[in-house]
Every structure is written in structure tokens, then in C-alpha cells.
């Protein structure tokens, strides 16, 4: 790049124009770049100050403290058509996490399935993963939600005569009913007792891999775990008198009474993304398994480890390092795609987001507000993946 | 050498053995592929009951029960919903899909004007399977007129309204003939874009870096369905008065935008894998930045991630189903148009409907997987030692 250096002095160099320096040049282009951009926005700017003077739409956030005036079906938080705009879109944006948290964890447990399905001996198991796989990657997410919506949940018979479910669970064309637990007095003890266990079993679980690490001695620490996380609150729980009770569902003439009802929009959303997300975290988990290679499980197994153990220490751990980093885009995916939400009015951010944009025609505060949202969801996302991954990467020395 | 000496040689030959029981034939593979440990068989017998459970049924649903021919709802609705199927009847509605057939590739484009997407989708196929297939030489005249050629002809023969063409305006068009147009224009706007915003990313100057990187960061930050609410909502404000621009074509810059931001991310990965002494090279040769990069650098970098690049446009072409909700009618949306026609409407209607277009999007996505994989193996070989 830099001829200059390599003459060797600047007499004997023939004079060539300021136009033919690489470093003159490149501030140019980046000059002309600046300026150009600077243009285009300022056209747009003048342009849109121009339109919304004429659609007499005032610019600027001040709408959000308005009067929204809409309803929204499922939300979280406390709101009615008398709140905010900014309290809707509070309540899409805890929507929309609340369905890719769910979708997350859903799609991640099918897709190492599947995954590991894929992998397996038995050819039936592995041809059922495979015919799972090219399904669903090879349709438009927004087809698998319709299909539950309108194909699936839409056909559900009247909520009077739900299909009735094993534990009271009822499933109509309103969603999905099941009971909901009422938590009485002295629940907190059975909870404080889960929070205690959870603590314990953690510095158990160090001082258990310290020990090994010196005397190679192992510690039955699952049934400890267990019996701290699950039996000390149980014992707890039957010892405080059982003070839980469960408000069940009660098909009426028209519609359901009591328990908790998950809307079809939230199921077919949910289900929907879990699915397809599914399908490409199976690929990312069978490439993660196949790309450790064959020597290293030989060498367990010739070390005389058993093939559980060679499993559980030394191939998925070499595989996860392979497996995170795309799996943290399928996650950023999965969320990105909760937006589709809109189609079938789920009250997610963008749904409500549109809603508002409809109303107050307030077009570039939404949309700036959507991809602050999304960029701010997406780099978290990636920082705690890239964190984890820096924790389960490979110390070279 | 004297046979009779040597005492250790066996004089007759062993009688022939029956083969070993249960090393070939249908036995033995299931014993080796199914039951080779008692958690196999658990799982294979779990896997054969749901097996059980599901096929027959889907099978009975999709061909056995399904009505095939027909002219109105009455034969997709039981007795009690104002047909003619006995009651407790449940089956695919195909005689719907086959009514609505036409519709569903073209939209509502008028019935006379038809030939007009047919000959572009001929000559759409006609120049595709040339440029897919590897052998078959020419492929920079071939791209040319695929790429170039066929969309501005397309165009002007789609569009109308010039040479004593009938105008057709954009808003009837629709179905898959919307979906392919759509996917198509997206690839081929995305693959200079893209190769340009990869070239910018890693640019030498610090300000091209920069806008390249912001935009290909925020694009693929946001969901699609922002992306064309913006080019839907926030174009009309960009604009000056008068100005109008169309809602196809919004639709058609949101998915170009938002297709190149991934294009570029799959070309860096391409340029990130050439070594670097072949730009030094081409440095050396004194090739200007173009050439170095045009003859040496993307030659090489494009190749190496064609795999990548169709599994872009597989994204973008599932994606395209998105404009649906912006009010465009492609396949997923004039199928779905067709719920609330009163001539169809019954409970087994919207999801044979979707059945059908999740079967054609299916075999499209399906196929180019398959072509990604057979380029991935065929460009593997020269890297294998």
C-alpha cells in the first residue's frame, strides 16, 4: 500500500499528481462517501419533516404518554385500554420475551432430541429425526403458525364442550385451560427451602469437583442435589400442611370458569417457533456431534471409560464448543421471528407496535423503537453467548 | 517338491458349511439396525407405535377420505355444516386446492393475460438449468440473461402497457408467481449488494467499514417483518410529495435490503477464507484494488461459499411469505385470501389450504437444499487430499 516507503528518496521519483497517492485517494472516496450520505439524509430529513407537517403528525415521543384506547388479549402485567401507549408497549415487549423464552427452551430440548436422534443406531429413530428435519426446515415459519391457528386450534371444538385432558386440562378453540395453583400461607417455606437446597447443593457440587481434583475420590452428588433441591422442599411442603391448592377449570355454557388459559394465538406462536427452531438446532447439535472426531471417544473407551461416561466427559464437551455459537444465532432467530407474531395478533411488540402506528401514524418513533428493542435483545443475546462460549472454549496453551 | 512329505497339509477339503444364521437378510439387518441392545428395541417399539398411531390416520386424512373433485363446499362439509359428507366425516379438501389452482399460482392476474407469466416463467426455467448445472459451459452470458436480461424483460412483459400490451397492475398480481418474482429480484439485487457491503466490511477505510458494518449489524439485528414495515410506512414519508412508489416494489426493496445484509455476512466468510497471500500476490503483480479483486480474490471467495448463498436465498425464499401480513397476496397469502370465500368455507378448508402451500414451499426449499449439497460435495473435491 505504502509506496512511498519503499523509495528511497523523494528526488529521483518522478512527479505524479496528488490524485494517484492511495492515502489522498482514500480520503477522497471517504470524503465523497460523507458527503453523499449527508445529502441523502438531509433530503429525507426535509422530506419527512415536509409529510408530517402535511399529515399534521407531530414528531417526538410525547405520544407514548397518550391514551391507548385498544385491548390487548394476553398480558402479564397490569394494563387496560385507559393505559398508556407506553404501557402497551411494555406489555408486547414482555410478550415477545415471554414467547421466545418459552419457544427458547422448548425448541432447544427438541433440537438436541432430534439431534442425537439423528446420530443414533437404530435406524428408525434416526430416519423418524431425519423426516423431522427436512419437514420443518423446509417451510416458512409463518406456515407452521397458520397451520396451528387456523388449520389446528381454530378447529378445536366450542369451549362448552372442550376435549378434556388427564389433570383437567381442557383444549378448545380458546386455548388451552388447565388448573392454576393457589398458592396459601406458608407456601414461602417451601420456597425458602428450594432457595436453601439450591445453595447447598452449589457448594456442594464445588467442594465435590474440588475433592475429585485432588484425590480422584467421586461424590454421589445427583441423588445429593436432588434430594436437597426436591426432597427437603417436599418434606417442608407436607410438613407446613400442603398449602397449595389448584383452581380447576370448569367447562360452563359458554366458556370455561377458573384455572388458567393459555390463548391460541400464545400456543400456535409458541409451538409454531419451537418446532422449526427445532429442526435447525437438530443440524447444529448432529454437526457439533460429528465434528469430534472418532479418536477421541476411542481413546475413552480405551482408557476404559465407560460409554455413558465417555459420552457425558468427553464428547459433548468438545462438542458444545462447536454447537454454541450457531446455536446463539438460532436463538437471536427464534426471537426475531416471535415477531410474526403480527399475523395472527398476538400482542407481541410489534403487533402492538403496529396497532399504535395505525392510530397515531407516529411511523418513525415505532420503528425506532422496534429496532432499538431488537438490536438491544440482540446484543445481549450475543454477549452472554459469546461469554459462555469464552467460559467453554478450548484453553490452548 | 514332493507332495507326500509334507505331513501338515490337508489332503480333502472340509465339507461346506450352511451360512452363519442371522448375518444377511431382513432378520439380521433388524436385529443390527433396531434391537442391537434392549434400549433399542424400547425405542424402536416406541417409535413404531406412534408410527402406528400417526400414518394410517394422515394417510386415511390426506388421500383415502379427502374429497378430490367437486364444485362447491358441499363436499368438504358434513351434513350438519350444509354438505354432503356423512357426519364425523374429516378429510383434505383437494377439490378446493384444484379449484382455486390458477388463483393460487397467479393471483388474481387476468385469465386472458395468463400466457404472459407463463413465457417468463418458461424462460425462467429454460435459462436456470443451464446455469445449475455445472458442465454446461457459458455461464457469464448465462447469468447475463438470467440476471439481467429476464428481470428487465419480465418486467416490461409482466407490467404491460407498452408494445399494445393490456397493463396489469401489480396489485393483482399474486400467488406463487409473487413468491418466485419476489425471491428472485431479492437474489439477484443481494448478490452485487451483498458482494459490496463484504468488500466494504473489510475496506481499508475507516468510514466505509463503519457504514457498511452499521448496516449490516442493524438489518440483521431486526426481524424481516420491521424491515418491510419500514420500506410499507416509512418510504411514502421519505419521499417528496408526488412521489409515489409502489407497494410491490416497497416490498421488493425491504426484502433486497434485508437479503444483502445476510448475502455480505455469507461473502465475508467466503473473502475471510482466501488466504492472504493471494491478494499479496496480485499486490505484487501491481493489480489495481478492481482487478486484484474481480480476477483474483472473489473468483475464488464466491465459489467457496455457494453453498452459503443458497442457503440465503432458501431463507429469503420462506421469508418471502412474509409480505402477507404488509396486505401482499403471494402464495401463502391468496391462499389464505381464499379462507373467506362463502363458496368453500368449511372446518377442513384453511388447513388443506395449507397443506398444499406448505407442500409446494416444501418442494421448492427442498430441492435447492438437496442442490446445495450436491454443489457442497462437488466442490469439496479439489480441497481433498
Given at each position: 500500500?505504502?509506496?512511498?516507503?519503499?523509495?528511497?528518496?523523494?528526488?529521483?521519483?518522478?512527479?505524479?499528481?496528488?490524485?494517484?497517492?492511495?492515502?489522498?485517494?482514500?480520503?477522497?472516496?471517504?470524503?465523497?462517501?460523507?458527503?453523499?450520505?449527508?445529502?441523502?439524509?438531509?433530503?429525507?430529513?426535509?422530506?419527512?419533516?415536509?409529510?408530517?407537517q402535511?399529515?399534521?403528525?407531530?414528531?417526538?415521543?410525547?405520544?407514548?404518554?397518550?391514551?391507548?384506547?385498544?385491548?390487548?388479549?394476553?398480558s402479564?402485567?397490569?394494563?387496560?385500554?385507559?393505559?398508556?401507549?407506553?404501557?402497551?408497549?411494555?406489555?408486547?415487549?414482555?410478550?415477545?420475551?415471554?414467547?421466545?423464552?418459552?419457544?427458547?427452551?422448548?425448541?432447544?430440548i427438541?433440537?438436541?432430541?432430534?439431534?442425537?436422534?439423528?446420530?443414533?443406531?437404530?435406524?428408525?429413530?434416526?430416519?423418524?429425526?431425519?423426516?423431522?428435519?427436512?419437514?420443518?426446515?423446509?417451510i416458512?415459519?409463518?406456515?407452521?403458525?397458520?397451520?396451528?391457528y387456523?388449520?389446528?386450534?381454530?378447529?378445536?371444538?366450542?369451549?362448552?364442550?372442550?376435549?378434556?385432558?388427564?389433570?383437567?386440562?381442557y383444549?378448545?378453540?380458546?386455548?388451552?385451560?388447565?388448573?392454576?395453583?393457589?398458592?396459601?400461607?406458608?407456601?414461602?417455606f417451601?420456597?425458602y427451602?428450594?432457595?436453601?437446597?439450591?445453595?447447598?447443593?452449589?457448594?456442594?457440587a464445588?467442594?465435590?469437583?474440588?475433592?475429585?481434583?485432588?484425590?480422584?475420590?467421586t461424590?454421589?452428588?445427583l441423588?445429593?442435589?436432588?434430594?436437597?433441591?426436591?426432597?427437603?422442599?417436599?418434606?417442608?411442603?407436607?410438613?407446613?400442611?400442603?398449602?397449595?391448592?389448584?383452581?380447576?377449570?370448569?367447562?360452563?355454557?359458554?366458556?370455561?370458569?377458573?384455572?388458567?388459559?393459555?390463548?391460541?394465538?400464545?400456543?400456535?406462536?409458541?409451538?409454531?417457533?419451537?418446532?422449526?427452531?427445532a429442526?435447525?438446532?437438530?443440524?447444529?447439535?448432529?454437526?457439533?456431534?460429528?465434528?469430534?472426531?472418532?479418536?477421541?471417544?476411542?481413546?475413552?473407551?480405551?482408557?476404559?471409560?465407560?460409554?455413558g461416561?465417555?459420552?457425558?466427559?468427553?464428547?459433548?464437551?468438545?462438542?458444545?464448543?462447536?454447537?454454541?455459537?450457531?446455536?446463539?444465532?438460532?436463538?437471536?432467530?427464534?426471537?426475531?421471528?416471535?415477531?410474526?407474531?403480527?399475523?395472527?395478533?398476538?400482542?407481541?411488540?410489534?403487533?402492538?407496535?403496529?396497532?399504535?402506528?395505525?392510530?397515531?401514524?407516529?411511523?418513525?418513533?415505532?420503528?425506532?423503537?422496534?429496532?432499538?428493542?431488537?438490536?438491544?435483545?440482540?446484543?445481549?443475546?450475543?454477549?452472554?453467548?459469546?461469554w459462555?462460549?469464552?467460559?467453554?472454549?478450548?484453553?490452548?496453551? | 517338491?514332493?507332495?507326500?512329505?509334507?505331513?501338515?497339509?490337508?489332503?480333502?477339503?472340509?465339507?461346506?458349511?450352511?451360512?452363519?444364521?442371522?448375518?444377511?437378510?431382513?432378520?439380521?439387518?433388524?436385529?443390527?439396525?433396531?434391537?442391537a441392545?434392549?434400549?433399542?428395541?424400547?425405542?424402536?417399539?416406541?417409535?413404531?407405535?406412534?408410527?402406528?398411531?400417526?400414518?394410517?390416520?394422515a394417510?386415511?386424512?390426506?388421500?383415502?377420505?379427502?374429497?378430490?373433485?367437486?364444485g362447491?363446499?358441499?363436499?368438504?362439509?358434513?351434513?350438519?355444516?350444509?354438505?354432503?359428507?356423512?357426519?364425523?366425516?374429516?378429510?383434505?379438501?383437494?377439490?378446493?386446492?384444484?379449484?382455486?389452482?390458477?388463483?393460487?399460482?397467479?393471483?388474481?392476474?387476468?385469465?386472458?393475460?395468463?400466457?404472459?407469466?407463463?413465457l417468463?416463467g418458461?424462460?425462467f426455467?429454460?435459462?436456470?438449468?443451464?446455469?445449475?448445472?455445472?458442465?454446461?459451459?457459458?455461464?457469464?452470458?448465462?447469468?447475463?440473461?438470467?440476471?439481467?436480461?429476464?428481470?428487465?424483460?419480465?418486467?416490461?412483459?409482466?407490467?404491460?402497457?407498452?408494445?399494445?400490451?393490456?397493463?396489469?397492475?401489480?396489485?393483482?398480481?399474486?400467488?406463487l408467481?409473487?413468491?418466485?418474482?419476489?425471491?428472485?429480484?431479492?437474489?439477484?439485487?443481494?448478490?452485487?449488494?451483498?458482494?459490496?457491503?463484504?468488500?466494504?466490511r473489510?475496506?481499508q477505510m475507516?468510514?466505509?467499514?463503519?457504514?457498511?458494518?452499521?448496516?449490516?449489524?442493524i438489518?440483521?439485528?431486526?426481524?424481516?417483518?420491521?424491515?418491510?414495515?419500514?420500506?410499507?410506512?416509512?418510504?411514502?414519508?421519505?419521499?417528496?410529495?408526488?412521489?409515489?412508489v409502489?407497494?410491490?416494489l416497497?416490498?421488493?426493496?425491504?426484502?433486497?435490503?434485508?437479503?444483502?445484509?445476510?448475502?455480505?455476512?455469507?461473502?465475508?466468510?467466503?473473502l475471510?477464507?482466501?488466504?492472504?497471500?493471494?491478494?499479496?500476490?496480485?499486490?505484487?503483480?501491481?493489480?489495481?484494488?478492481?482487478?486484484?479483486?474481480?480476477?483474483?480474490?472473489?473468483?475464488?471467495?464466491?465459489?467457496?461459499?455457494?453453498?452459503?448463498?443458497?442457503?440465503?436465498?432458501?431463507?429469503l425464499?420462506?421469508?418471502?411469505?412474509?409480505?402477507?401480513?404488509?396486505?401482499?397476496?403471494?402464495?401463502?397469502?391468496?391462499?389464505?385470501?381464499?379462507?373467506?370465500?362463502?363458496?368453500?368455507?368449511?372446518?377442513?378448508?384453511?388447513?388443506?389450504?395449507?397443506?398444499?402451500?406448505?407442500?409446494?414451499?416444501?418442494?421448492?426449499?427442498?430441492?435447492m437444499?438437496?442442490?446445495?449439497?450436491?454443489?457442497?460435495?462437488?466442490l469439496?473435491?479439489?480441497?481433498?487430499?
Amino acid at each position: 500500500m505504502t509506496v512511498d516507503a519503499t523509495t528511497p528518496s523523494g528526488k529521483d521519483r518522478p512527479t505524479r499528481s496528488i490524485l494517484n497517492d492511495p492515502k489522498f485517494r482514500g480520503y477522497l472516496y471517504q470524503g465523497l462517501t460523507i458527503l453523499l450520505l449527508v445529502g441523502f439524509v438531509y433530503w429525507v430529513a426535509i422530506n419527512t419533516i415536509e409529510n408530517l407537517q402535511r399529515a399534521n403528525i407531530a414528531s417526538g415521543y410525547g405520544f407514548l404518554n397518550g391514551r391507548a384506547g385498544f385491548d390487548v388479549g394476553q398480558s402479564l402485567i397490569q394494563y387496560s385500554s385507559d393505559s398508556t401507549y407506553g404501557r402497551a408497549l411494555l406489555v408486547g415487549f414482555v410478550n415477545t420475551l415471554l414467547v421466545a423464552f418459552c419457544g427458547i427452551i422448548t425448541a432447544t430440548i427438541i433440537g438436541f432430541l432430534v439431534g442425537i436422534g439423528r446420530l443414533s443406531h437404530n435406524w428408525l429413530i434416526a430416519k423418524l429425526a431425519m423426516i423431522y428435519v427436512e419437514f420443518f426446515r423446509n417451510i416458512p415459519p409463518l406456515l407452521v403458525i397458520f397451520f396451528w391457528y387456523s388449520g389446528v386450534l381454530a378447529v378445536m371444538p366450542q369451549a362448552r364442550d372442550a376435549l378434556e385432558l388427564p389433570f383437567d386440562i381442557y383444549v378448545s378453540n380458546r386455548g388451552v385451560a388447565f388448573p392454576r395453583p393457589v398458592f396459601e400461607s406458608m407456601t414461602q417455606f417451601t420456597f425458602y427451602a428450594f432457595v436453601l437446597g439450591a445453595i447447598a447443593s452449589f457448594f456442594i457440587a464445588r467442594f465435590a469437583r474440588k475433592r475429585q481434583m485432588e484425590t480422584g475420590q467421586t461424590f454421589p452428588l445427583l441423588p445429593t442435589v436432588l434430594g436437597l433441591m426436591i426432597g427437603v422442599p417436599l418434606v417442608v411442603f407436607l410438613l407446613t400442611g400442603r398449602p397449595l391448592s389448584f383452581d380447576i377449570p370448569i367447562a360452563g355454557r359458554f366458556n370455561l370458569t377458573g384455572g388458567s388459559v393459555v390463548g391460541p394465538e400464545f400456543l400456535s406462536l409458541f409451538l409454531a417457533l419451537s418446532f422449526y427452531t427445532a429442526s435447525f438446532i437438530a443440524e447444529i447439535v448432529r454437526a457439533g456431534i460429528l465434528g469430534v472426531s472418532k479418536g477421541q471417544s476411542e481413546a475413552a473407551h480405551a482408557l476404559g471409560i465407560r460409554p455413558g461416561l465417555t459420552t457425558r466427559l468427553v464428547v459433548i464437551p468438545q462438542a458444545m464448543r462447536i454447537v454454541i455459537p450457531p446455536l446463539t444465532s438460532q436463538y437471536l432467530n427464534l426471537t426475531k421471528n416471535s415477531s410474526l407474531a403480527i399475523a395472527i395478533g398476538y400482542a407481541d411488540l410489534v403487533a402492538v407496535g403496529g396497532t399504535i402506528l395505525n392510530q397515531t401514524g407516529q411511523a418513525i418513533e415505532i420503528v425506532t423503537i422496534w429496532i432499538i428493542v431488537y438490536l438491544t435483545l440482540s446484543l445481549s443475546t450475543s454477549l452472554f453467548m459469546n461469554w459462555f462460549n469464552a467460559r467453554m472454549a478450548l484453553v490452548e496453551r | 517338491m514332493n507332495a507326500e512329505a509334507i505331513n501338515f497339509v490337508r489332503r480333502d477339503m472340509l465339507a461346506q458349511e450352511p451360512p452363519p444364521g442371522l448375518q444377511k437378510g431382513l432378520g439380521a439387518w433388524m436385529k443390527k439396525n433396531m434391537f442391537a441392545t434392549p434400549k433399542d428395541s424400547v425405542l424402536t417399539i416406541i417409535a413404531f407405535l406412534i408410527l402406528v398411531w400417526m400414518v394410517p390416520p394422515a394417510v386415511k386424512w390426506l388421500f383415502i377420505d379427502a374429497s378430490w373433485t367437486g364444485g362447491g363446499r358441499g363436499v368438504c362439509a358434513t351434513v350438519a355444516q350444509g354438505g354432503s359428507q356423512p357426519e364425523g366425516w374429516s378429510g383434505g379438501c383437494w377439490a378446493f386446492v384444484g379449484a382455486k389452482f390458477d388463483q393460487f399460482l397467479f393471483g388474481r392476474y387476468p385469465v386472458e393475460e395468463r400466457w404472459r407469466p407463463i413465457l417468463v416463467g418458461a424462460l425462467f426455467i429454460a435459462l436456470l438449468i443451464p446455469m445449475l448445472m455445472p458442465k454446461v459451459p457459458h455461464k457469464i452470458i448465462n447469468a447475463i440473461l438470467l440476471f439481467i436480461a429476464l428481470p428487465i424483460f419480465a418486467f416490461v412483459l409482466l407490467l404491460g402497457g407498452v408494445f399494445g400490451l393490456v397493463p396489469v397492475e401489480t396489485p393483482l398480481w399474486g400467488g406463487l408467481m409473487v413468491t418466485l418474482i419476489l425471491s428472485f429480484v431479492g437474489i439477484a439485487v443481494s448478490l452485487p449488494f451483498g458482494i459490496v457491503l463484504a468488500l466494504g466490511r473489510r475496506s481499508q477505510m475507516p468510514v466505509i467499514r463503519m457504514i457498511c458494518t452499521i448496516f449490516i449489524e442493524i438489518v440483521r439485528g431486526i426481524p424481516l417483518i420491521t424491515v418491510l414495515f419500514m420500506a410499507s410506512v416509512m418510504l411514502p414519508l421519505f419521499l417528496p410529495q408526488g412521489m409515489t412508489v409502489d407497494k410491490f416494489l416497497r416490498a421488493l426493496i425491504g426484502v433486497s435490503f434485508f437479503a444483502s445484509a445476510y448475502m455480505a455476512e455469507v461473502i465475508r466468510g467466503g473473502l475471510q477464507a482466501i488466504p492472504k497471500g493471494q491478494a499479496e500476490g496480485a499486490d505484487s503483480l501491481g493489480l489495481s484494488y478492481w482487478h486484484k479483486m474481480n480476477l483474483i480474490i472473489l473468483p475464488q471467495a464466491l465459489k467457496l461459499v455457494i453453498p452459503g448463498i443458497v442457503n440465503t436465498f432458501i431463507g429469503l425464499f420462506k421469508d418471502t411469505s412474509l409480505v402477507s401480513i404488509i396486505g401482499m397476496f403471494d402464495l401463502l397469502g391468496i391462499v389464505r385470501l381464499n379462507f373467506s370465500d362463502s363458496n368453500w368455507a368449511s372446518p377442513v378448508t384453511p388447513i388443506s389450504g395449507l397443506i398444499f402451500a406448505g407442500f409446494t414451499f416444501w418442494i421448492f426449499c427442498f430441492g435447492m437444499s438437496r442442490y446445495s449439497g450436491f454443489m457442497e460435495r462437488l466442490l469439496d473435491k479439489g480441497h481433498k487430499r
